[in-house]
């Protein structure tokens, strides 16, 4: 069974920085594609950034550009979303997502909300 685990949401003010962390109950090298997406009250879930876990292969959505960037560390199964110049729009909760290279399933973390208001 594979899980992701989240943590590092919180409250910020606008300006502000939060650094997401992303575990992965096995080895992160079992999959081919990770990332992060984000859910905004009565808004669809939109995709964030992803990253190859084998390469530094990076995407992002326009509206973070500039302001986040995800990372991995191989060696701790884990995936970051470093987050700078956080705004009121950037409220929502952040999922992480990872995909298994051998049968491309799919699976999600619990969420972590990320809330920024002054």
């Known amino acids: 069974q594979v899980r992701l685990v989240e943590s590092g949401g919180g409250l910020v003010q606008p300006g502000g920085s939060l650094r997401l962390s992303c575990a992965a109950s096995?080895?992160?090298?079992?999959?081919?594609?990770a990332g992060w997406y984000r859910q905004a009250p009565g808004k669809q879930r939109e995709l964030v950034a992803t990253i190859t876990t084998t390469s530094t292969n990076t995407n992002y959505t326009d509206s973070v550009k500039g302001r986040f960037t995800i990372s991995r560390d191989n060696a701790q199964n884990t995936v970051y979303l470093q987050m700078n110049n956080l705004q009121p729009e950037d409220t929502a909760v952040y999922y992480c997502?990872?995909?298994?290279?051998?049968?491309?399933?799919?699976?999600w973390g619990q969420g972590t909300q990320v809330t920024v208001s002054s």
């Open positions: 096995r080895s992160i090298l079992s999959f081919d594609l």
């Open positions: 997502n990872a995909r298994l290279r051998f049968d491309r399933t799919e699976y």
